[in-house]
């Protein structure tokens, strides 16, 4: 078993006793460097990414391996990498791109396979003239998203 499988063994181990975090990322560097990236229904807490780190290094002999390890979330800025994320979400605002078009709306729904995103705008009304407001819905399935991030809102 090589470095890099045995720390993902005890990364699994790890997160099967967190049900309520998953794997956004995982990286183990020609250094023997560890990157564990986390995200949770809930947030990640400080306490979750010291029993995650606790998982993996206190499984490791430091005599027969020397490596470094950083376990951290995955921040509120990071772009949404998978469906859970999403799913966490709703109700937050999303800037959402797409090969097509870029929106920065609200997630209405979520699921494994596709986002809701609602948002207003103006448009010209049909007949007359000025604009009138319109509610704009759009359904985005998550393979299609290039990049989607939380708008953070003061």
Do not use: C, F, M, Y
């Given at each position: 078993m090589t470095f890099k499988e045995r720390v993902q063994e005890l990364l699994n181990q790890g997160l099967?006793?967190?049900?309520?975090l998953f794997l956004i990322d995982f990286t183990v560097g020609a250094d023997q460097k560890i990157n564990v990236v986390l995200d949770g229904d809930q947030g990640v807490t400080l306490q979750d990414c010291m029993d995650i780190s606790r998982a993996i290094e206190h499984q490791l002999d430091r005599e027969e391996f020397d490596f470094a390890l950083e376990v951290a979330s995955a921040g509120a800025t990071a772009p949404l990498k998978l469906a859970r994320q999403y799913a966490k979400?709703?109700?937050?605002?999303?800037?959402?791109?797409?090969?097509?078009q870029k929106v920065?709306?609200?997630?209405?729904?979520?699921?494994?396979?596709?986002?809701?995103?609602?948002?207003?705008?103006?448009?010209?009304?049909?007949?007359?003239?000025?604009?009138?407001?319109?509610?704009?819905?759009?359904?985005?399935p998550i393979s299609e998203i290039i990049e989607a991030k939380v708008i953070i809102k003061f």
């Open positions: 099967e006793t967190h049900p309520h979400n709703i109700g937050r605002t999303l800037s959402v791109q797409t090969a097509d920065e709306a609200e997630l209405v729904e979520a699921d494994e396979s596709t986002i809701l995103l609602r948002w207003q705008a103006r448009e010209p009304k049909p007949i007359g003239k000025g604009k009138h407001t319109v509610e704009k819905e759009w359904n985005v």
